[in-house]
């Protein structure tokens, strides 16, 4: 199952558009991201998208944390956690990213490469995304949308995070982060850049089934006593 846990959402009319072409080029189930000061708003037409949607693809939504404050990342993860399938945060500032795979709340570490001349993972930090189930998130449009020595450092930090995953084995997931129905790929051509940038195909499979891990995974959280036991109602 092709799954896109990072397109950006914004109005009604512009998300069936984007769910539509997603759609048509193979994906089948998307969530729509929106920071911590957009969601509210999305949340009240969730129930007009799904009636739009119910026969289209399989979707919900994402919580993109934006911030460089680590106590404030902390209380809208809190806020939000049970009333949201995915939970991911913008890294790049490295305290953040420390936090983000520290904390079990946390769903997804989304770039952590932003705006740095380093891949943002190093041992340690892999390690702690393996004990805390947190997955790293690289997107597409990063790739897509840079040229010549930006993609190419780009590119580096990419293989750099690709060898810390072949030997920690955290949750790596793609995305395409698209805004615009411009920015969505065929299901073909998204696994064929991946490629390019040095990534198997068995890791890139790998990434789908971990991104609808997290999604079945928090819909059964409630359930959850501790990692790895849940409760069985009946």
């Known amino acids: 199952m092709f799954v896109d846990l990072n ?3 914004s109005n009604l009319e512009n998300n069936i558009k984007l769910a539509h072409e997603a759609s048509k080029y193979g994906w ?12 509210e708003n999305a949340l009240d037409f969730k129930d007009e998208l799904n009636n739009a949607l119910e026969d289209v693809i399989g979707f919900d939504y994402t919580l993109e944390i934006k911030s460089n404050n680590v106590s404030e990342i902390r209380k809208i993860v809190n806020k939000f956690r049970n009333r949201i399938l995915c939970i991911s945060v913008v890294g790049g500032d490295l305290k953040v990213n420390r936090d983000c795979v520290e904390n079990v709340k946390v769903d997804v570490l989304s770039r952590p490469y932003l705006r740095r001349y380093d891949s943002g993972l190093n041992h340690v930090l892999s390690k702690e995304a393996v004990n805390n189930n947190v997955a790293v998130e690289i997107c597409f449009k990063d790739i897509l949308k840079s040229f010549l020595i930006p993609r190419a450092k780009i590119i580096s930090n990419l293989r750099d995070i690709y060898t810390l995953y072949y030997k920690f084995d955290f949750p790596l997931i793609l995305s395409s982060r698209a805004e615009s129905v411009f920015d969505i790929k065929t299901t073909y051509d998204f696994i064929s850049v991946f490629k390019q940038t040095g990534l198997s195909q068995e890791a890139i499979d790998n990434s789908f089934v971990s991104a609808a891990n997290i999604l079945e995974f928090n819909r059964n959280r409630d359930k959850m006593i501790f990692k790895g036991v849940r409760r069985v109602d009946g």
């Open 7 to 9: 397109i950006q959402g």
């Open 28 to 39: 089948n189930h998307i969530n729509f991201s929106y920071n911590q000061n957009n969601l």
